[in-house]
């Protein structure tokens, strides 16, 4: 019998936890400190600059954002902020189990990953492309038939450019890098002849390498996709806070400015300019924010 109480008991207590486990404004209020994720090499959107210095970028300029607000809504002037880097592997799992509250990295909202964990507004439309070295002679996605390609590990361009390999029948090799500064410097090092990966995260590293002019983006995409912000699912409160801010930056123009500063003009740590001005898509965005997956 007393068996059958404790059961009875942990079952009932389940749900409460549960529930608790994806309150994140009480999580915070509670610990008195915020988990932001970030990427180490995600220019121009989450980077790290220098050794043990905390990451900048768009996102993490949107994600501070939100920081405020949780101060603000929170009132806890005193909101200890944690960054923590977390890797296209191991981004998801992390939001997911609490240890990391926010994401703010590169991440594209899709569908597949709605079941997994929810998004903010989309902040920006990014294109599924390849940086190849200019004098390689590829000049579309059909000329990387035969050759040996890098992407990054836990990305959705792999299976994106495994469905262009089988409708269009082309064979290429793939090697993996752990983040996008390894994949590109399989690319700068000779050992593949394509990297494929969001294009404007292609011009983030090409922008940063020691020879920028060696490169080029292919014309070509694979598919057009959207970034948010990551938290965790069924967290109404939370994500009407994340929303409610993303939104505000937008319909007020400031995004317009934060956008300006991290894509066309000279960025830290080498003062490079992106040249990366915002497309049509994006701008339907900051007219309309929303927060659909592809």
């Known amino acids: 019998m007393k068996l059958q109480i404790v059961l009875v008991a942990l079952a009932l207590s389940a749900p409460l936890a549960q529930a608790q486990s994806t309150d994140t404004l009480e999580k915070i209020r509670a610990s008195g400190e915020i988990t932001v994720g970030h990427r180490d090499s995600s220019i121009p959107f989450s980077y790290i600059v220098a050794q043990g210095s905390e990451p900048v970028g768009y996102a993490v300029e949107i994600c501070k954002e939100v920081v405020a607000a949780v101060r603000q809504q929170l009132n806890l002037p005193g909101l200890n902020v944690k960054y923590m880097t977390v890797t296209s592997q191991n981004r998801i799992p992390l939001v997911q189990n609490g240890t990391v509250d926010i994401e703010c990295g590169s991440t594209t909202n899709s569908v597949a990953r709605q079941q997994q964990v929810a998004f903010g507004p989309n902040y920006i439309m990014v294109g599924v492309s390849a940086a190849v070295r200019k004098d390689s002679g590829i000049n579309s996605f059909a000329d990387l038939n035969g050759k040996t390609i890098a992407t990054t590990t836990g990305t959705t361009s792999i299976p994106l450019l495994r469905a262009y390999k089988r409708a269009d029948n082309v064979q290429v ?36 390498s020691n020879a920028p002019g060696d490169y080029k983006i292919l014309g070509e995409t694979l598919r057009q996709e959207p970034y948010g912000i990551m938290l965790r699912k069924d967290d109404p409160k939370f994500k009407a806070l994340v929303d409610a801010t993303v939104t505000g930056l937008m319909k007020s123009g400031r995004i317009n400015e934060m956008y300006a500063k991290w894509f066309t003009s ?11 001005p915002m497309t049509e898509a994006t701008r339907e965005l900051y007219r309309n924010p929303n927060d659909k997956g592809v």
């Open 173 to 208: 090799n793939e090697i993996y890098g752990k983040d996008h500064a390894d994949s590109f410097l399989l690319l700068s090092s000779g050992r593949v002849s394509a990297f494929v990966m969001d294009d404007v995260l292609l011009a983030g590293q090409i922008a940063a």
């Open 266 to 276: 000279p960025i830290p740590p080498r003062g490079v300019n992106l040249n990366f």
